[in-house]
């Protein structure tokens, strides 16, 4: 029997989903070795009967813990889609700031009718058994990884520096030019993507497993970059790992 | 209607848009007693999120208020930006931005179209069953897909959260020979396009005729069929300046919805693809004008279901005038040897006295406007975000009840159907909606 699979999304942009979609024919390809039976975001059918559950976005509210640990129940493989899910991501900037201010900055005196907590992945929650990193997801790394599961083996996500790969494909470092970027403590697998393009890494892969922070404070002293440059460019993917953002209360 | 009739429909997170989004209706011995657009989506905050946050993130951070709509967040955060610190971009980088609207526009009206209304028109769950059943057709939207998401790669660096896009311009371009190599895959691509538009030809009976009178809003000038510069325009007042948004959008909050909703002159508008081609038909393409002629799209239309169908005009006219930009392009001389730009620690511009900047574009769904007020060290102090679709909420919500009561006595699957077609006529990008709210207290 095919392995049946299904999507759910929480906080997020939708754009992990979106990637998956825009492995167009090789989507496909895809759906013939497995059977969908519910991705809310394009097909009316749901069954809670699934054998891997992706799940996309970060938990932002009380109410979605109960939702996630049902897919959790539901499911024999949870894998978590992108950096919102994964690590918490951009949502985790509200993370620095007073949860009641930042409720009443966008809804006003209205605020008590909005919900929500501090930003978190969803392994704050449920137990998670894969990830797949980046901002948006890389749809070859999903696919290797969805490959991986349907043949039964323990997907690789690489655990060094973005900096290795930057390396590598021959860019000139970004400090080098004059820019902050968070590349040597940012997780690879991204082949340096931004940096390629002219950007700087924003670090969306989340920090390496034992980042190298003083190998990385020597870069900065090096360039005389101020510690709140730094600290901007942390807070972006990082919040969930920062000491400095508010941590729930457990 | 009898005067027995009892209905309760609950359709809790409707399928196959953006989001998260909830139909509920309550008819009670005929009388209906709720008739609800709710929407549920988990708020994110962007608008708090961004505040603290350095000029040279802030496209960065908003870009994922939408995965599908990327580009244009990235494109209304970046026109915010520089009109507050006075950037000037060059004309080669405004119509490669252009060029950039126009891919976006195309992969998502194709991704609407293709994979999320098509099921409908054809009586199925979803499009996985057609790929079995109608293998050419689905090979075919998935062809114009995936040219549009190459398109966006070829400007952006990537098709969602684009990289290069950055104040000032791009921190890279496509060279002239990938430029050639887009406009030959355009122009092969027409073929794919007529059997799209033939095959939604064939379709179209199905769109449901309800009509109901409502203002249209969209970005105009008198250029081009506008999508990245304009000024608001309106079915039912003048136009204005984009400084002046807040007096066309008034957003307010609503119990049921985490979206705020919107309105001008009347109690609701419409923004998107219908509300661009109400205002703008005369200037669109040739052929765009003439698909519109084919399924008799005409302006005033106020049937929200025909949205579908300007979006396929709109599909066409996207895909025309890339050709006719990359060819403007190609045929500049200094478009090599000019600058790009870079990702700098510290402004690289005299900064203007003017601390607040206001950035409009069109995006698929409709007229997007980010706000940005930064201090005297470039760090911004308040943002206001308004989406399209929170714009067009309570326009559903009116549509739905000037509808239920035409349709009550159909059976209940009927009815369902025509809601959530409704719904998704609309395009609606949920997320995007409940993510950049922001309450004026005037």
Redesign the interface.
Known sequence: MKPRIAFFDFASCEGDQLQIVNLEERLLELLQHVEVVSFREAMKEHSDNYDIAFIEGSCTRASDEERLKKIRANAKIVVALGSCATIGGINCIKNYRNQTEVRKEVYGDKYELFDTYLARPIEAVIKVDYKVPQCPINKEEFLSVAKALLTGQKPFIPDYPVCVECKMNGNVCVFEKGMTCVGPVTRAGCGSCCVNEGAICWGCRGLIDNPNTDAHKEVLEKYNLTPQEVMNKFKLYFGWSDTNAQKPQS | MHKNHNLDIDLH?I??????GNIVINVKEGKIEKCQWQVPE????F???V????WD?LH??TS?????C?IGHTLASLKATEAAFGIKLSERDIKLRKLALHAENLQSHV?HLG??VL?DLMGV????PL?STHPAE??TV??I??TA?EMSDLIC?????P??L?PGG???IPSKDELKNLKDALNAEWNDIEIVAQLLLSLAPKLPSFTRETEFIALTNPNDYAFYDGEIGSTDAKSASVDRYLEYTNEY?V?HS?AKYAKHARESYMVGALARYNLNHRLLTKKSQDIAGLFGLKALCYNPYMNNIAQLVEIVHSWEDSIRLIDELLADNSYDIQR?N????VPTYQRTNVQQGIGAVEVPRGILYHDYTYDDKGFCTKANCIIPTNQNHANIQADMEALVPQILDRPKNEIELMLEMLVRAYDPCI??ST?M???E?C
């Not at chain 2, 399928?15 to 998260?20: F, L, Q, S």
């Not at chain 2, 988990?42 to 905050?45: D, E, L, S």
């Not at chain 2, 994922?64 to 599908?68: H, K």
């Open positions: 997170y399928t196959r848009v953006e989001g998260h988990a708020p994110r905050f608008e708090a999120m505040v603290g946050q350095k993130v960065h951070i994922r208020i939408c995965g599908i990327s991704l994979y999320l099921p769950g979803s499009v996985i790929a689905v090979k998935v062809r897909h995936k998401n660096g990537r098709t969602t959260h990289q290069r950055i791009f921190t890279k909050i119990p985490t790009t870079m990702h700098t620690n997320s995007c993510h709210l922001k309450v207290f």
